[in-house]
């Protein structure tokens, strides 16, 4: 019975690793899919001619300054909003917790909102304006959590009134700054139409940066997941850990909005699908989430893009198309476990 226990246990690292390679290469190839498709078709010679410096100029301006800007951004949104989906939920203990869904999305906006407002030169700021709108909100949920001792449903619409009030004072605040260029249509939408060059690398090297240091954290973040007692009860200072994963999940938040918008459901449906696959290992978890919301934001961009030639949809009515029954789904699901309990 040991070895076949053993066994099993080296069957299932082996298929979760083959797992995790067969999404690396998944995202690989979707990474070129999308360079290549577009208003503009390139095919696999014409896409090698570029990358060996032998391509038409045209070419090479369209995926050098189009296509690779966008879909870096992608990747880093999807993977940056997963990993902050994935920390949340395992910090809040709610599976139905998200960045959007509970205000996180919105209290950087209105963040960036501002900072544009006030500073409208100064793209620098931006990440960090977001950084702060986001753990903002954040820590008033966390705060109404604690204090109330919140049902999961409860603290998902206590999340639902702090959205509306970020998104209000985001309203506020452009309508008595008509420059406010980031308060426009599609930076409520959420899309990569436009994405700011000087914004993006800043945002992208915090992205990358908080996605590292929770892999490096995973472990914490496992121990914390099953709650303070038993976090406490061997050695772990939860104060000062939890406030740490909810810096991250709010850089990674804040970052993401700073050049994509309010882009919402990829911090909900990402962790909920990588667990499906990986299983809930907090090691596995994080970098498998980051790779599947990468690969789930550059596809659904790609679709935004090119179904509807010439014309273009923003990126985050096609996520909020799939998210919402997504969310419906899980909601049920969760009442149907209460009630068999």
Do not use: W
Not at 61 to 85: E, H, K, Q, T
Not at 86 to 109: F, M, S
Not at 224 to 235: D, F, I, P, T
């Amino acid at each position: 019975m040991k070895r076949r226990g053993i066994r099993d246990r080296a069957e299932k690292k082996n298929r979760k690793r083959q797992a995790g390679a067969c999404l690396f290469l998944f995202f690989l190839f979707c990474f070129f899919l999308c360079m290549g498709l577009g208003s503009v078709s390139l095919s696999l010679k014409e896409l090698a001619a570029v990358l060996t410096g032998q391509g038409e100029q045209s070419h090479i301006n369209i995926l050098l300054f189009v296509r690779l800007p966008r879909v870096a951004a992608c990747a880093l949104a999807g993977g940056g909003l997963a990993v902050s989906g994935v920390i949340i939920q395992n910090v809040l203990g709610n599976p139905l917790a998200g960045p959007n869904i509970i205000g996180v999305n919105a209290g950087a906006g209105f963040a960036v909102v501002l900072c544009s407002a006030l500073f409208p030169l100064t793209y620098r700021l931006v990440p960090f304006a977001a950084f702060s709108g986001a753990l903002t909100a954040m820590l008033i949920i966390y705060f109404l959590a604690r204090k109330t001792g919140a049902s999961r449903v409860t603290l998902i619409l206590a999340g639902v009134c702090v959205n509306s009030m970020f998104n209000a004072a985001s309203d506020v605040v452009h309508t008595f700054g008509d420059n406010t260029l980031t308060g426009t249509y599609g930076f409520r939408l959420g899309g990569f139409g436009f994405v700011n060059g000087n914004v993006l690398f800043a945002a992208g090297i915090l992205i990358l940066t908080c996605i590292f240091a929770a892999c490096l954290l995973a472990d914490e973040l496992e121990i914390l997941s099953l709650g303070e007692q038993v976090a406490s009860s061997v050695g772990m200072n939860t104060k000062l850990f939890r406030f740490l994963f909810l810096a991250l999940a709010s850089a990674l938040a804040g970052a993401v909005v700073s050049f994509a918008g309010l882009l919402g459901f990829v911090g909900l449906i990402a962790p909920h699908i990588a667990r499906r696959l990986i299983g809930e290992e907090c090691r596995r978890l994080v970098p498998f989430s980051a790779l599947f919301g990468a690969v789930f934001v550059m596809l659904c961009d790609l679709a935004a893009r090119t179904l509807f030639i010439p014309y273009e949809i923003p990126t985050g009515i096609l996520l909020s198309f799939i998210g919402a029954p997504f969310f419906l789904y899980l909601l049920f699901c969760q009442r149907r476990r209460k009630s068999h309990d």
